[in-house]
């Protein structure tokens, strides 16, 4: 007698135990989430939500936030540093760049400097009330007095006598030598201008332009280098044949060009002008001289390049101060203004408004360009956003703590998306629809300013400048999250016979599991609540079906340690989709 055999059916069991992050592309691996929101690399390669924010103030018309070793912002018309009101500026978006103690402060070219408490402004400009006096001097303000101007010399002259040699131009001042019995030329020659407070804004060496001189004075018109001051005169190079008075208006400014992105390199503010194709740097150490050109290292420094297009964006990277238009890098090399050079290179730029995307985190520069996100380590630019798939976005406004690079980016059909992308694991994960419109970091907290106007930070903290009245406190409870992979196939002869999750959750976090059949709707398999912090084995058997997706959803803190699939052999025919 013989008895009846069973085949033993073929079973494989394959375990997920490092997951992949965002992947918005069909070409992404089971590890990978086709969608997910408020999700984290926060303990990658396991899957973990990201840290509930901090909610710090509520502004009520913020223009741009700025980290140092404290935090600056302007709300409105008023400039903050370290929570106290130190100045007022006018109601526009703001573009920050620090240098030294200086906090400066664009496109009202005003400066803050933080171990003084100084406030002000960059540019200055005097205008005379009454007479104006002119007359020759040396260049400490000593006036020259008792000189002749002819074309003749005068006849037996003393030792020190001074002729003013009208017979060539420019005119010459000259001083008799008894000793040698010449006449010798004095090299440089100065005009004091005296007037009530026209000295008074500026200081020596102030690079100025100066406007409004008539008659003889004429020459005076333009720029030059104060040699001296007092309140009530200053002295530039210039030559007259006479003192006189003149009751017109004189005006003298120290002026700062207009710049549409500034960074700081080497003690210089750097900056770059769209409407005049220039690049400039400030005289070494003061950002409020833009104008001094006396051929010497400390110099101020001008150029213009000849590269289509506006000016996307400015930074300094690795040494390097680098100007970014959509398709071209300028990259400034040198240490002084006679031997700076500025090279070009066709690749890769910052997209138009996309300027607040360039961030460096740890040494590597990020930012994002026409053709997706890019990462530049001094090189070439390479492109990394293949993950976020082939959307378009635009606006992105970048920050970075820790080994993370945040970006928020607005898509081009509407709404945003806050990615983060960790540079250590390789990782890009979606948070949610925040549209942060400034970050800015002060030691191991990142701050943004989001459409509510509110001042959040990435990992919870709430203490900065809590004591103030404005001061919010507030902490995320729950964070709310989910993720979804894409379709999941087996094979034309195999199918998915059970998947097993691990996972831990937190006290009072739940988890749902949905699973999604063909394309069908979603439906939930299975939900646990943890009482208490625990471990969950969590086992699902799914239906048959030829394309299968997995959703997690939930709140508050979990880790997922696996998913364990086990796929068994079939001898039906596949599984015709619907």
């Known amino acids: 007698m013989f008895l009846p055999s069973l085949s033993a059916v073929s079973r494989s069991r394959s375990a997920l135990r490092s997951f992949g992050g965002y992947c918005h592309t069909n070409t992404r691996s089971d590890s990978q989430f086709y969608e997910m929101e408020n999700l984290s690399s926060r303990d990658a390669p396991l899957l973990r939500p990201r840290n509930s924010r901090g909610k710090v103030r509520q502004f009520s018309n913020p223009n741009g936030i700025f980290g140092r070793d404290k935090l600056c912002w302007v709300d409105g018309t008023d400039f903050y540093y370290n929570g106290s009101c130190v100045g007022t500026v006018s109601d526009t978006e703001k573009q920050f760049v620090g240098m030294g103690s200086f906090v400066l402060i664009w496109p009202d070219k005003k400066y803050y400097n933080t171990q003084t408490g100084e406030f002000g402004d960059l540019g200055a400009s005097v205008t005379s009330k009454g007479s104006v006096n002119f007359s020759l001097s040396k260049s400490d303000g000593q006036v020259y007095e008792g000189y002749s101007a002819n074309t003749q010399a005068p006849e037996s002259p003393e030792n020190s006598t001074l002729w003013l040699d009208t017979s060539q131009t420019p005119h010459t001042l000259k001083e008799y030598s008894s000793y040698s019995q010449t006449w010798v030329e004095i090299a440089s020659t100065y005009v004091k201008i005296t007037c009530a407070d026209i000295g008074k804004r500026f200081r020596l060496y102030d690079g100025v332009t100066i406007s409004g001189c008539t008659g003889e004075a004429q020459c005076l018109n333009g720029a030059c280098i104060i040699q001296s001051k007092g309140d009530d005169w200053l002295v530039v190079p210039g030559i007259l044949d006479a003192a006189f008075d003149q009751n017109e208006p004189v005006t003298v400014s120290r002026d700062i060009p207009d710049m549409d992105f500034l960074t700081e390199s080497e003690n210089r503010i750097w900056g770059c002008s769209s409407k005049k194709h220039e690049i400039y740097a400030c005289k070494l150490g003061d950002p409020t001289n833009w104008n001094c050109f006396e051929g010497i290292s400390t110099d101020s420094y001008s150029v213009t390049v000849g590269s289509d297009g506006d000016f996307t964006g400015a930074c300094t990277h690795l040494g390097t101060v680098l100007f970014f238009k959509e398709d071209m890098l300028h990259k400034v090399w040198g240490s002084r203004p006679d031997n700076f050079q500025i090279s070009n290179s066709p690749v890769r730029g910052v997209k138009k408004g996309s300027e607040r995307s360039l961030v460096i985190v740890n040494e590597t520069l990020y930012y994002h360009s026409r053709n997706g996100v890019c990462v530049y380590d001094g090189s070439m630019p ?55 419109r400034w970050f800015a970091r002060v030691g191991g907290e990142l701050y943004f300013v989001s459409e509510d106007n509110c001042l959040y930070t990435v990992n919870g903290s ?76 969590l086992p699902v058997v799914p239906r048959r079906c030829v394309f299968l997706r997995i959703r997690l959803e939930g709140e508050g803190d979990m880790v997922l340690y696996s998913i364990i699939k086990t796929t068994e052999a079939s001898t039906e025919l596949p599984i015709s989709i619907r």
């Open 382 to 436: 390479v492109s990394i956003s293949a993950p976020l798939g082939s959307g378009v976005f635009q606006n992105a406004r970048g920050g970075s703590v820790g080994d993370c690079y945040y970006l928020s980016m607005e898509k081009a059909e509407g709404g945003w998306d806050l990615f983060v992308y960790n540079e250590v694991s390789g990782l890009w994960h979606r948070e949610d629809d925040t549209q942060a």
């Open 462 to 537: 709430t203490a900065l400048y809590e004591r103030d009245a404005n001061a919010l406190g507030e902490q995320e409870d729950l964070v709310k999250w989910f993720c979804e992979t894409g379709d999941m196939s087996t094979g034309a002869y195999e199918y998915l016979a059970g998947l097993q999750f691990c996972f831990q959750l937190e006290r009072k976090s739940r988890v749902t599991v949905k699973l999604q059949y063909d394309g069908g709707p979603w439906e939930p398999v299975a939900e646990i609540t943890s009482p208490e912090k625990r471990l969950f084995t």
